[in-house]
Every structure is written in structure tokens, then in C-alpha cells.
Nanobody, 114 residues
């Protein structure tokens, strides 16, 4: 399984970014997909999850601001991030778990300036 994340960058507080993660090597439509993030000096944390039936869950800190979605034809999962703040500065990783194994993308850096 290969996951390729993109879309990070530098944005001012209050701005928006859209992250993408393209997947290969798995039956994408049957896979739950997640976005994690790791801020400097902090542990990696789960941000959002979308199941194979499109059920979504979010960490409280991003509810109402972030939206996870998926396109099974393009085998891609998205994270639309609105109302960004400095606390959202982190490296964002896409993740899936298949056959009892965890698969991670390389990460894409998001920096929010105040």
C-alpha cells in the first residue's frame, strides 16, 4: 500500500488548505482512511477518519472547521481545512490499516502564521 499526501503549505491564520492523499495497492473503497497530524514536540494525533461507508469522525479540536471526504474513483481522500489557526501547524499524515498492518504516507507540512 502506498499513500501519497500533498497540499500542505504556509497560510495565514483564518485561511484554508485542502490536503489530498492518493492511495494505491489496496482495495480503496473497502478501506477506512484517516488523517493524523504531528505538531513540533508533540505526539502524533488522529484528526479525522472516514470509513468505507463515508461515516466521518473528528477530533474535537477540528470539528466544524475540517471536513474529510473521499473519492473512490480517484482513490483519494481529502481534508478540507478552514479557519486555520497556529495550533493547526503540524505535519499531516494519511493512514490506513489493512491486513493487520498500518500504512502511512510521508506527510505534508502545514504552517499557519498568526
Amino acid at each position: 500500500v502506498q499513500l501519497q499526501a500533498s497540499g500542505g503549505g504556509l497560510v495565514q491564520a483564518g485561511g484554508s488548505l485542502r490536503l489530498s492523499c492518493a492511495a494505491s495497492g489496496t482495495v480503496f473503497r473497502d478501506s477506512a482512511m484517516d488523517w493524523y497530524r504531528q505538531a513540533p514536540g508533540k505526539q502524533r494525533e488522529l484528526v479525522a477518519t472516514i470509513s468505507s461507508d463515508h461515516t466521518r469522525n473528528y477530533v474535537d479540536a477540528v470539528k466544524g472547521r475540517f471536513t474529510i471526504s473521499r473519492d473512490n474513483v480517484r482513490r483519494t481522500v481529502f481534508l478540507q481545512m478552514n479557519g486555520l489557526g497556529p495550533e493547526d501547524t503540524a505535519v499531516y499524515f494519511c493512514h490506513t490499516r489493512r491486513w493487520g498492518k498500518d500504512f502511512w504516507g510521508r506527510g505534508t507540512r502545514v504552517t499557519v502564521s498568526s
